[in-house]
Structures are given as structure tokens and as C-alpha cells.
């Protein structure tokens, strides 16, 4: 069992930045695979980027490319999101998520196992 707590979410312009933070509790962090995903109103969860067991390797959403980076530590047992060059579009909900195995689909949510509770983060134009 692995329980996951979301911060960092809030209100900002857009141009601005945020940095979310996902501390994870119970088992070893570094054997999951780490996701972020963001829900808007009255869309489908969507992948936003993954780290992998050790952060040696990051892969995004086309639409955060540049301008989201992901990153853990391991010591620390979190994961963060480092959101720059912030647009209204980015307006979601924003989930972390632990997938244990290494071959699923890492952009589909279903493979994730364990899930945090969300934070909301809201751009304004």
C-alpha cells in the first residue's frame, strides 16, 4: 500500500509558475514509477508527465513539453512537478500516481496503482 499527498497547488496569472509536490508514504518509493495526471471540468483524466524508479529518465505530454519538468527524491520519498510558463489550458486538477512495473502504458491512468486525493491548480488569462 502506498498513500500519496498532493500540495503546492493554487491560483496564479498566466506566464506565472507553480511547483506540486506528491509525498508518498508505505512502501519503498523507489520501486514505483511515478505519474502526474490533470482532470479539468467535464474532461477525461489526462497523463502529464512520468519519472521513472530512479529519475534517469522523464517523458511528458506534448502540450507540457518545455515547460513542465518532473523530478524525485528519492531520500525524501517525493515527487515534484514544476510547472513554468503557466496558460489557462493548464486550469486542472492535478493528481501523483505510483505504477509498480515498468512495461505498462505509463500514460494510461489504469495502470496506476495508488493515487492521491488531487490539487487544484487555476490559471487565470
Known amino acids: 500500500q502506498v498513500q500519496l499527498v498532493e500540495s503546492g497547488g493554487g491560483s496564479v496569472q498566466a506566464g506565472g509558475s507553480l511547483r506540486l509536490s506528491c509525498a508518498a508514504s508505505?512502501?519503498?518509493?523507489?520501486?514505483?514509477?511515478m505519474g502526474w495526471f490533470r482532470q479539468a471540468p467535464g474532461k477525461e483524466r489526462e497523463f502529464v508527465a512520468v519519472i521513472t524508479y530512479t529519475g534517469g529518465s522523464t517523458y511528458y505530454a506534448d502540450s507540457v513539453k518545455g515547460r513542465f519538468t518532473i523530478s524525485r527524491d528519492n531520500a525524501k520519498n517525493t515527487v515534484y512537478l514544476q510547472m513554468n510558463s503557466l496558460k489557462p489550458e493548464d486550469t486542472a486538477v492535478y493528481y501523483c500516481a505510483a505504477k509498480p512495473d515498468y512495461y505498462s502504458a505509463y500514460t494510461r491512468a489504469r495502470f496506476y496503482d495508488y493515487w492521491g486525493q488531487g490539487t487544484q491548480v487555476t490559471v487565470s488569462s
Open positions: 508505505g512502501r519503498t518509493f523507489s520501486g514505483y514509477y
